[in-house]
């Protein structure tokens, strides 16, 4: 029986007795999780087993989005606080090695903690590039604000990931510095010219484009589409993410539940899909909104199921790591940060 095309959050600690029968009946490609969904290490590990169970597929995708700063789902006391981005690309302006060195360290510590749990997917890195004045919700996630700096220390982070065993999502493509909103919220609009898109955003998403996953943005960029944002844009997915920026592997969407899309859930995930996402994410835990999801998204087939499974492939045994040395590594590393 095919997966369907899409990625569901649930509503808790464990799965619920209609949760447990809708994973079951609609075979999600893969589960991610939330803060609402963590307890304790021993906790996590058995929702993630529960999810693959359930599902039957012992190689299911379990995502969670786990940065570092503040945007990280596992956290004290259980699991250690990680840098911000902007924490690499303050140190990669003192000594450029040192900053793509403590990229590299905090996304392979962060990818131990994951692996202990089952958790094979990190929504890292971001090549989003923001300018002044925009919204704050990239803000301080941010690798810097140039973009051949953005892309190292986005390369840097993928690696650490890799090394551990995890794979990387690259977010928020084709760009989410220059929001002037928070698109959790309502829907921004870009107004840039194209060519300078090309020069800036664009340009830190490129040399990233061998990335396995991407997960799009929820933002119009009127140059391009002043009708859609890139995420249900068939003119932004095909032209900028597929054309100017090369990406061609698994496109899931941002989360379809946030207010900067359109109509019901069930309209959100037909223009999803229908604009060449591979994959639809839908993250609130929401059953029947969860239901909605799955009526309008297809069986994973053809070239969406060719890309879902050369991302999974791409996946690596973890190496070896002296975790406690590697955290003194980067402790020492990010010191050099508050004395600079």
Avoid at 127 to 156: F, H, L, Q, S, W
Wanted: proline share 7%; hydrophobic share 45%.
């Amino acid at each position: 029986m095919a997966n369907r095309a899409f990625i569901t959050g649930v509503s808790g600690l464990v799965l619920t007795d209609a949760e447990r029968e809708f994973l079951r009946a609609e075979r999600p490609w893969g589960f991610i999780l939330f803060k609402r969904n963590i307890e304790t290490p021993a906790q996590v590990a058995a929702l993630v087993r529960e999810f693959r169970n359930t599902t039957g597929d012992a190689d299911a995708p379990v995502l969670i989005d786990q940065e570092g700063g503040r945007v990280q789902r596992l956290g004290p006391p259980h699991w250690p606080v990680y840098p911000p981005g902007a924490s690499f690309s303050e140190l990669f302006d003192i000594d450029p090695k040192l900053g793509l060195a403590a990229a590299r360290l905090s996304s392979r510590l962060i990818a131990a903690d994951l692996i202990d749990l089952g958790i094979t997917v990190d929504c890292l890195p971001l090549a989003d590039v923001p300018i002044a004045g925009a919204d704050a919700v990239i803000g301080n996630r941010a690798y810097g604000t140039e973009p051949g700096k953005v892309a190292a220390i986005g390369r840097a982070v993928t690696e650490g990931l890799e090394q551990g065993g995890v794979l990387p999502v690259l977010k928020h493509i084709p760009g989410h510095g220059r929001a002037t909103a928070d698109s959790h919220f309502r829907l921004p609009t870009v107004d840039t010219a194209r060519s300078e898109l090309e020069l800036t955003d664009f340009a830190a998403f490129q040399p990233l484009a061998d990335l396995p996953m991407a997960m799009t943005a929820h933002v119009v960029f009127s140059a391009l589409d002043p009708a859609q944002p890139a995420t249900t844009s068939a003119t932004i997915i095909e032209q900028v993410i597929r054309g100017v920026i090369g990406f061609q592997g698994l496109l899931m969407s941002d989360d379809v539940s946030m207010n900067a899309l359109a109509g019901s859930i069930a309209e959100r995930t037909r223009a999803i899909v229908t604009a060449g996402c591979d994959m639809v994410l839908h993250c609130n835990g929401n059953i029947d909104e969860m239901r909605e999801v799955v009526r309008e998204t297809p069986e994973l087939t053809g070239t969406a199921l060719e890309r879902a499974n050369r991302a999974l492939a791409a996946r690596k045994p973890p190496q070896p790591l002296d975790r406690q040395a590697a955290r003194a590594e980067l402790d020492a590393l990010m010191d050099r940060v508050g004395t600079a």
